[in-house]
């Protein structure tokens, strides 16, 4: 208790400093494009304020000591410090001190620094530490932060083996892209798309090929193939992702929720999974928001058509791996409803690298697909450059703004702005352009909060060899919206889902090639919301109805690897023993409280809905902004609710009825 309060107190003051910043423009750190800077290599940023690195590597040493599944500390350390540099100043601060603050109470505790200190009394600082729900989450925050630097670090060799081994399936496509640095202010178009993701891509290319004068707007970088096969995995990572992939949503529990940053935006990163947007959702939608785009006989159509333009498949049984079909033969025996997932991904390897960029560029992410025939219609693609504001006059969109990765700022005009820069930034994007007055912008946020399960097999699985999210179990979907699918993640960074601290983690590292994992997400009600102008700050606090339902997919999960022939259970939930049985899960699940399970999401939606009634919906049910003439909004922000499935084809569908509506307009 004596180290919490002032822990966590410094941490808010560093987030209420990082918060007032968002009151002011501040210049994006910019990803680090220089092909040199490949395997090994490591950036600092000058301006942070640089505590000493001893702590760190104390930290290091306490939480992952050595072991033979373990490697060097202080490469492990290095490994740290080069994924703060990508990091937001507010965790980049917030882990050194917690590193300075554990070595404090290792002091108080021990009389020792946590440096100096025996193993067995590191472990005892920690056991005092994770004491508390506060402590503890903050313990395992460190933890998740260590173990996927230096899961990565330690793996990379196999990592860099594997991509070299892939055949490239298809070569980069021929894009348009010119980064912003060289593109010149005041250029005119017929209308600007603000992103290149999920929904900007598909949307551009349903305008450039109706034949409007497209620009799209992308704050990312472009990425190539053979960066995939030669980038550390941990620069890919944080290189990819928004604030290095660190996006957190505050609540209780905090849920990891990271966002994609990229020509093609999250779709480079996702796992290629594919559903159709279910007919009673559409329904929903239609009959209960108004939203009149998502009637089912016309929403079919698209839905079928993006099917086909991303080249959706089930995944073959001989690319799947052990995981997938370890979880398959679990659920049959059950005689629950399971298969091999639809996805994107034709000629997929089995590399499990889809959440680092694919070494074959066998994910058919819409940078491979909708921005190619964009660009072969027309459309130019500016990177790495954030849109600030849209230009208005009187009440007419005529333009954006957006600064270069040097902190300089170009305009490009056009009558028609169509923004889908994701559902946690296009509220922050509305609000810089003074369109923040809609009491719902920002609210509404669905997450579709996810758990992992894993269990423990006598034969070995090695989880990460084949395709990275492969099967599914849709036993307890209709009835209680839970979806489980059979998810791994890249070689070395996926430890997090392992229990414990010290000796007793590295331990369980070193028989992680016997787990099979299963990952179970929620159709959750809307309750989260994104604020702030210039860095989202995401809250979600999870409702009574969606932890029970949590739990019920922790059950499942479970039950699921047990009927497999798992020998022992790693539930997850913080603090609880491993189960082995029906009545040791229902023990555990019976006396744990759903607000301290770890949940990670991938799937926010709803921040900017679109739906007939004007004081519930920011966006008219045609996708138009409502209260100016030539804002339209086109990513997974418009729907009004949880999908209950995988989100990208949905929002491919929505922005093409969106751009369908735009073109008629004329
Ligand atoms: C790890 C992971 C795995 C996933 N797996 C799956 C899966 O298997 N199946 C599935 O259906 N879904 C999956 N998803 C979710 C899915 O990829 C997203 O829901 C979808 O891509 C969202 O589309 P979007 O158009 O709303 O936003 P995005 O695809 O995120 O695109 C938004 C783009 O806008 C850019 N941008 C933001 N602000 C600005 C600005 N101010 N100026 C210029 N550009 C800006 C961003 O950089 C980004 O590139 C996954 C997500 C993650 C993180």
Known sequence: MLYHPLHIRVIIAVICIDMKSNKSPRRQKST????????????????????????????????LP??????????????????????????????????VTMNLSSRILTGRSLYDATPEERERVIASLTRTTLGSNAMEGLKALILLAAGAEMATSEIMEISRKASIERPDATLDVTPSIAWSNGRRFDVIVVGSGAGGAMAAMEMAEAGMNVAVIEEGRRWTVEEFRTIHPLDRFAGLYRDGGSTTALGQPPVVLPIGRAVGGTTVVNSGTCY????????HWRDDAGLTLADPDDFMSLLDRVWEIVKVGPVPLDVMGTNGRTIMKGAEKLNWSTGPLDRNAPGCGGTCQCAIGCPKNAKYGVHLNALPAACAAGARIISEARV?????????VVGVEATRTDGSVFRVFAPKVVIAAGTTE???????SGLGGHPMIGKNMAIHPAIGVAGRFEENITAWHGVLQSAYVDQLHEEHGILMEATSTPPGMGSM?????????????????????????????????????????????????DGKRLMEAVRGSAKVLLSAGATEILTGIPGQPPVHNDQELDDVISRS??????????????????????????VDPSGALRGLQGAWVAD???????????????IMAMALAVAGNIIEQG
């Open 388 to 396: 600030s504001r849209l230009l208005i006059e009187g009440e007419q």
């Open 636 to 650: 997974g922000s418009l729907m009004p609710t949880c999908p209950g499935v995988n989100p990208q084809i949905t």
């Open 593 to 618: 409280d759903p607000r301290t399970l770890h949940i990670a999401a991938f799937h926010p939606v709803g921040t900017v809905a679109a739906g007939s009634d004007p004081e519930r919906f920011p």
């Open 276 to 283: 159709k947007t279910p007919k009673d959702v559409l329904l």
């Open 32 to 63: 680090p494009t220089n092909p040199s800077l490949r395997v090994g290599s490591s950036y600092s940023n000058s301006t942070r304020l640089r505590l000493s690195d001893r702590p760190l590597e104390a930290v290091c040493r306490a939480i």
């Open 426 to 432: 296009t509220p922050l994007l509305l609000r810089r």
């Open 497 to 545: 889902i392992l229990p414990g601290f010290g000796h007793r983690l590295v331990a369980e590292m070193e028989r992680a090639d016997h787990l099979a994992t299963l990952g179970g997400m929620v159709a959750d009600l809307s309750v989260g919301r994104v604020i702030g102008r210039n860095r989202a700050t995401l809250i979600y606090n999870l409702s009574r109805r």
């Open 66 to 99: 050595i072991g033979s599944a373990v490697g060097d500390v202080r490469a492990n350390t290095e490994a740290l410090k080069r994924y703060l540099t990508y990091q937001p100043s507010y965790i980049d601060m917030a882990v050194r001190f917690g590193a």
